[in-house]
Each structure stands twice: as structure tokens, then as C-alpha cells.
Antibody, heavy 122, light 110 residues
Framework: EVQLVESGGVVVHPGGSLRLSCAASEFIVDAYTMHWVRQPPGKGLEWVSLISWDGGTTYYADSVKGRFTISKDIDKNSLYLQLNSLRTEDTALYYC???????????????WGQGTMVTVSS | QSALTQPASVSGSPGQSITISCTGTSSDVGDNNDVSWYQHHPGKAPTLMISDVSNRPSGVSNRFSGSKSGNTASLTISGLQAEDEADYYCSSYTSSSTYVFGTGTKVIVL
């Protein structure tokens, strides 16, 4: 079964850092553009970042640019999100998701993980 | 990048049809056909319902359909059923090579 499983969500103080991981099963992350999407408690979905299928291009939402870094490890077939300089407004459930077309930069998000919760609080 | 605008809620009785609008700009919805719709039940992962404005993925009921005119995309649910009650989000690729979601719409089945 094609699956994504996120991990790494914790409670962290403002200004802190952490790394989220997303393990992929039954497909190769090297063939698909991958994304991170988050949902703050009681609020809507917010797109966070993408890494192109070939790993050559990354993009970020303005709200996280300069603080978050997306990456992937082909050998571990996993996606990552490094979160630095965390703010209380970064508190959210973080989902990883893949696009529906292989070897393409664009596409809809057809497979989602269950999410991992990041809480930024003093 | 501002969120796409959706109505906060839409309601209908079982069997009726409802339409959810998603209004963006000429830099996102009006700029390309990479517009998609997601159903989200609380506590579960979102589910892709429509891709590329109007394509329905395998396994999605044909009661769901999508369209676009100018800067506004729409999702129509026909033959409304109790299990359709959920939050729905649109998403669009943007001219900045990023993505943006809509504000979300709660569908209420009366």
C-alpha cells in the first residue's frame, strides 16, 4: 500500500528547532514532487514547502522562508523538514504529501500521511 | 500569498446538489489548471477529490465534479449524502511556483 508516515513532532520552546521526518512506502520519493502542508489547531490547511522530484528545486511559503528547510534522502526513501527559529504561530499538525504525477514538478496531492503535531510554547 | 476565498459553510438536504466556490486571482486560479479539491474529515488525512480542475481520481464518486471560470473554481456535490459532511479545501498552483489553499468550507448535511 502506498503510504506516508510522519514523525518528529514534539513540544518545543519559541526559538527552538526540530526536524520532521516522513517515511514513504511502496513508491520512490525520487520520482515525485513532495510537499509539507500544515494545519494549526482550529484553522485551515496551509501549504508550507515543496521539493521537486529531482531534488533540484525547493519552494517555501513566505511565512516560513528562511526558517524551514525541506530535503529528502533517496537511500532512506524519506522526506524531511528542518524547522528553525520556531514561533508560537508555527504550532500545527504537519502533513507530508506526494503529487499524483511522476517526474513532474506540479500536480495534486494524492497521498497524505496522518500528520505529526508540533507545539511551540514557552 | 493570500489564501483563496471559500464560503465558510454550505448546507443542503440529502439528495440535493450544492456548489462550493473558490475565488483566487490571475496569479493562481486564473493562471493555470493545477486546481484541486480535498475532503477533510476531522482527525483524518485529507482526501483528493478533484485534480486539474475537473479530473476525478479513481475511487472518487461521480457525484463530485469540478469546474473553473476565470479566477473562480467550483466543486459541485450532487445527490448529497450524510457522509459528505466534512471540510472541503481548494488548492491552486501559483505563478510564483508555490501552492495556496482555500480558506475551507464546512459542508453541512441537514
Amino acid at each position: 500500500e502506498v503510504q506516508l508516515v510522519e514523525s518528529g513532532g514534539v513540544v518545543v520552546h519559541p526559538g527552538g528547532s526540530l526536524r520532521l521526518s516522513c517515511a514513504a512506502s511502496e513508491f520512490i520519493v525520487d520520482a515525485y514532487t513532495m510537499h509539507w502542508v500544515r494545519q494549526p489547531p482550529g484553522k485551515g490547511l496551509e501549504w508550507v514547502s515543496l521539493i521537486s522530484w529531482d531534488g533540484g528545486t525547493t519552494y517555501y511559503a513566505d511565512s516560513v522562508k528562511g526558517r524551514f528547510t525541506i530535503s529528502k534522502d533517496i537511500d532512506k526513501n524519506s522526506l524531511y523538514l528542518q524547522l528553525n527559529s520556531l514561533r508560537t504561530e508555527d504550532t500545527a499538525l504537519y502533513y507530508c504529501t506526494k503529487t499524483n504525477y511522476y517526474f513532474k514538478d506540479q500536480g495534486a496531492f494524492d497521498i497524505w500521511g496522518q500528520g505529526t503535531m508540533v507545539t511551540v510554547s514557552s | 500569498q493570500s489564501a483563496l476565498t471559500q464560503p465558510a459553510s454550505v448546507s443542503g438536504s440529502p439528495g440535493q446538489s450544492i456548489t462550493i466556490s473558490c475565488t483566487g486571482t490571475s496569479s493562481d486560479v486564473g493562471d493555470n489548471n493545477d486546481v484541486s479539491w480535498y475532503q477533510h474529515h476531522p482527525g483524518k488525512a485529507p482526501t483528493l477529490m478533484i485534480s486539474d480542475v475537473s479530473n476525478r481520481p479513481s475511487g472518487v464518486s461521480n457525484r463530485f465534479s469540478g469546474s473553473k471560470s476565470g479566477n473562480t473554481a467550483s466543486l459541485t456535490i450532487s445527490g448529497l449524502q450524510a457522509e459528505d459532511e466534512a471540510d472541503y479545501y481548494c488548492s491552486s498552483y501559483t505563478s510564483s511556483s508555490t501552492y495556496v489553499f482555500g480558506t475551507g468550507t464546512k459542508v453541512i448535511v441537514l
